[in-house]
């Protein structure tokens, strides 16, 4: 079975610092790769999402994710974070012909001003 | 607002009892799925209807868990006989599904089960 590997549980940053999170998949098939972001008190928001094409996709608010498939993983970058993105933030995985997404078990990022 | 609701936000409930959620997806989305949340981890699949039809369940939806979509729109997750490990997030997600490659879902709010 697939599964997905968050390594940095708790991260801390202050403003302008640059992010990166680190998302490892085992499967060795064709997948779909996501990161989904949980601010504080709200539910769960698609930050982006890759299915095909150019490795390098572009989320909201000016975050991006690198597929890099020799090494199965789909790293979060942001190159200044903001207060604003204090949250919790999870990797997730469908592979072909499943419709469940398989979740990391999350990093919460805190900034500090 | 037009995303996936969920009810009730919060429920709590004594060990043995029965309780029911709810979620109605995005309308039009065909594809509606379940997922359970503990603290520090990420979401579970439990199932996923395309429609009124159930076509997967995990292994950790036990005999005690009932799922049910019977129009094709809304769905409820039945627990009977809750237990304290039942306590967690039960979120609810929704997809437009129709074959689409490219199937993203979209998360309710969830419902938040404390079980005495």
């Known amino acids: 079975a697939q599964s997905v590997s968050q390594h940095n549980h708790h991260v801390i940053l202050s403003e302008a610092a640059s992010l990166e999170l680190g998302c490892n998949y085992s499967?060795?098939?064709?997948?779909?790769l996501f990161w989904y972001v949980q601010y504080p008190g709200q539910h769960l928001q698609l930050l982006l999402k890759?299915?095909?094409?150019?490795?390098l996709v572009k989320g909201i608010k000016g975050f991006e994710a690198e597929f890099i498939k020799s090494k199965f993983s789909f790293n979060l970058r942001k190159p200044s974070v903001q207060w604003s993105d204090t949250a919790e933030y999870f990797c997730?995985?469908?592979?072909?012909?499943?419709?469940?997404?398989?979740f990391g078990s999350g990093t919460r990022l805190q900034v500090q001003p | 607002d037009t995303g996936v609701s969920q009810n009730p936000r919060h429920k709590i409930t004594k060990r043995g009892q029965n309780v029911t959620f709810r979620c109605d997806p995005i309308?039009?989305?065909?594809?509606l799925y379940w997922y359970r949340q503990t603290l520090g981890q990420g979401p579970e699949f439990l199932t996923y209807?395309?429609?009124?039809?159930?076509?997967?369940k995990s292994r950790l939806l036990s005999d005690r868990f009932s799922a049910e979509r019977p129009k094709g729109s809304f769905s409820t997750l039945e627990i009977q006989r809750t237990e304290q490990g039942d306590s967690a997030m039960y979120l609810c997600?929704?997809?437009?599904?129709?074959?689409?490659?490219?199937?993203?879902?979209?998360f309710g709010p969830g419902t938040r089960l404390t079980v005495l």
């Open positions: 997600a929704s997809s437009l599904g129709g074959g689409s490659s490219t199937d993203t879902q979209y």
């Open positions: 499967y060795g098939g064709t997948v779909n």
């Open positions: 890759y299915f095909s094409g150019d490795p």
């Open positions: 997730a995985v469908i592979t072909t012909g499943r419709r469940a997404l398989t």
């Open positions: 309308s039009e989305h065909n594809r």
């Open positions: 209807f395309q429609n009124e039809a159930q076509l997967e």
